[in-house]
């Protein structure tokens, strides 16, 4: 089956976001008929700006990748990849040394950065050339972030590619060039139904993705929520399917009922139960604050923590199971407050004295569940006029996607991605093409997972596919902002 | 106890140093003013956090730093707690040196910070307390108070408390390549009786600070404490160098 589907996402880390700052991974992917050439880079942050190394690593390779008359032998293709990669070092060593700091830096952060500058800018990147008509795939890599690689379900990552030859120490630097091995691969394309590469930000997925592809909601989720964890990175993520994309079933794992909190008087812990959802093959717990969340894995049906295991100001906690590689959905969050003042009254209490921790202050053993029994008279009426409310809000949702829906569809129709397939406001790429008549300037996608596919029964899908370049840029011009508020 | 909590912005590792400004800071150390020894060598650390914390020019506030300066008297010298973007934008604060060395009063005001941010510091890496001196104290005895400080703890482990000794002779023998040395141990000979007493008020270094530690290029023992003989500059500046070995993302 000729072609290929493809998927990808991109997103910053809070970090970056909060500042208004661009992130520093970069993805960038060429594909036409049967070949397909992929960089994905993830810029190192302790170098300088490792975001500038990315982009020109990734925009140079992805060029030499498409263009080159690439080896058939591993050898020579790692060679050949040497000698390109040494060759950009002199282009690269320059533009770093040229480039501008901002003028309002303050003088420690300028020394620092000038520290860095002398270190160059460094960059991980993992890179493939997908070629049916040759019936081969090129791939090249150094550093942390992840390449996995399929064949009839069965994972040949460890087998094909090496099981340590993933070290976060591997990287390639505008000033020293190749820092530790460059690893490289030649395979039969046959040897490949599925090709998965994510930035160590996506870090989750390691255990959550196994023989099948996770639906773009189970995507989307753990983006989303990966911005509400401590260690928010920017995340990248391209998925490869020669031919046909799977199909995802719409139907989400159901929430745990039924979920229990109970501490008995002195032993400072916390027990969640919950009742067992069908075919879950394991459970994670949030703990919510309004700083952040804190994820947990969990057994069948419990999990434990210490009381002073719990974040400050944790106001809540939700549970989910996970169906095979699918993310379900959240429990209903059950109030924490009562745990979260033991806790603080705890510390408190330990501070002042400056001694070991004093034994719990609760009473008596306890047990909650939501909505907890002393209130559930009163709360009917509640619930009543709740649902009341939802329904209207639910109609009116409905109403208005239907109008943002025929909305984008008419703003999309000349862009390079079928608008059918758009299904939320919340950008997060802008994407340029270089060989469509339309949106020469870049067209700002409403959506921040994406499927790409020529094979795509959806009417012209496959005009719009001959050629594309996607570049996901970390930062948004505003204007791009702003024509996208003007447009949809 | 495991000391394994990442520094990151949602969970700032908090430092507090706590710097002795007495007279005898003016005496040199190896041809320059101790207090400018110590001024350099918390500029490299500062720097170093700031480094660590860089993405672009963003200074992701990884650290939380508080600094005591104390003679006569306790100063407050950042006003509180400044993320590290703050003291960046700040710049090292310029030290000059007193009279006494009432190192008790120092550490009590430490208590008093400790109490008011440990309930805050649920999810955050143990704070750690360095004190720089280069003497006995005049005031009260500092232990007991430095004792409560290290019985003080969140889930991460208890605070961690690090001294920096500056004296020309600590050790029978000089330190000639700060990175091969194991560093001061329960059973190394100390030849100054408040060098023991500060020894037995550090903590036992962290495996993971260790580690750290060893990133920067230092091969410390597994049973080494959190105690630096600061005989030379270069020694000096070890000892800031452990104050900020929390071990922090790097994302």
Known sequence: ?488 | MAYDILATSQTPALIIYVLDVSGSMQYPLNGQQRIHVVMDALTVTLQQMVFRCTKGSQISPRYRIAMFAYSDKVYDLLGGVMTIDQVANLGVPVLSTMRATDTEQAFLEVEKLLQRELPMLGNCPAPLVCHMTDGEYTGGNPEPVVRRIMNMRNPDGNVLVENIFISDNLLPDPVIDPSTWQGVTPSTQLRNKYAMTLRSMSSPLPASYRVMMAESGYNLAPDAVMMLPGMTPELVEMGFVMSMSTPVSLY
């Open chain 1, 1 to 488: 089956m000729p072609g290929f589907t493809f998927r990808y996402a991109f997103d910053r880390s809070a970090d970056s976001q909060k500042a208004g700052a661009p992130g520093q991974d970069y993805l960038t992917v060429i594909a036409e008929g049967k070949r397909l050439a992929f960089v994905l880079c993830d810029g190192v942050s302790q170098s300088f700006y490792g975001d500038l190394a990315a982009r020109i690593l990734g925009g140079s390779l992805v060029d030499w990748l498409w263009a080159g008359d690439l080896p058939p032998e591993r050898a020579n293709f790692e060679q050949a990849l040497e000698v390109f990669l040494d060759q950009l070092n002199l282009t690269a060593h320059a533009e770093v040394e040229n480039f501008t700091l901002p003028a309002d830096l303050a003088p420690m952060l300028r020394t620092v950065l000038d520290r860095k500058r002398s270190l160059g800018s460094e960059t991980t990147f993992m890179a493939g050339c997908l070629d049916q008509a040759q019936g081969r795939v090129w791939l090249a890599w150094m550093g942390d972030s992840r390449l996995r690689i399929w064949r009839d379900m069965q994972e040949r990552t460890d087998l094909l590619l090496g099981l340590d030859n993933f070290q976060t120490r591997e990287r390639w630097s505008t000033h020293r060039g190749r820092i530790g091995t460059l690893h490289t691969v030649v395979l039969p394309a046959d040897e490949i139904t599925r090709l998965l590469t994510y930035s160590d930000g996506l870090a989750r997925l390691d255990r959550r993705v196994g023989s099948r592809s996770p639906s773009p909601a189970t995507l989307e989720q753990v983006i989303s929520e990966s911005q509400k964890l401590p260690a928010s990175d920017d995340i990248s993520l391209l998925e490869v399917w020669p031919g046909a994309a799977p199909r995802w079933s719409k139907n989400r794992p159901k929430p745990p009922a039924r979920v229990h909190m109970k501490s008995k008087s002195g032993d400072g812990r916390l027990a969640v139960s919950w009742r067992s959802v069908p075919r879950a093959s394991g459970y994670e717990v949030a703990l919510i604050s309004p700083s952040g969340w804190r994820i947990y894995p969990a057994d069948e049906t419990g999990w434990t923590c210490t009381l002073d295991q719990l974040p400050p100001g944790a106001e809540s906690l939700a549970v989910r199971c996970w169906v095979e590689e699918e993310a379900g959905l959240w429990s209903r969050e059950v109030s924490l407050n009562q745990f979260t003042v033991h806790r603080q009254e705890q510390s408190s209490s330990r501070s002042t004295a400056g001694l070991p921790a004093e034994p719990l202050r609760v009473q008596t053993p306890m047990e909650m569940e939501v909505p907890p029994a002393v209130t559930r008279r009163r709360s009917w009426r509640t619930v009543l006029l709740a649902l009341g409310l939802a329904a209207l809000v639910g109609v009116t949702m409905w109403l208005l996607a239907r109008g943002i829906s025929g909305r984008l569809h008419t703003g999309l129709e000349n862009a390079i991605l079928p608008p059918a397939r758009l299904v939320t406001m919340d950008s997060k790429l802008t994407v340029v093409e270089d060989s469509v008549n339309q949106a020469k300037d870049g067209t700002v996608l409403p959506e921040n997972v994406e499927t790409v596919s020529p094979l795509d029964d959806e009417p012209n899908s496959g005009e719009w596919i001959n050629r594309i370049r996607l570049w996901l840029r970390r930062h948004w011009p505003q204007d791009l902002q702003e024509r996208q508020k003007r447009t949809y």
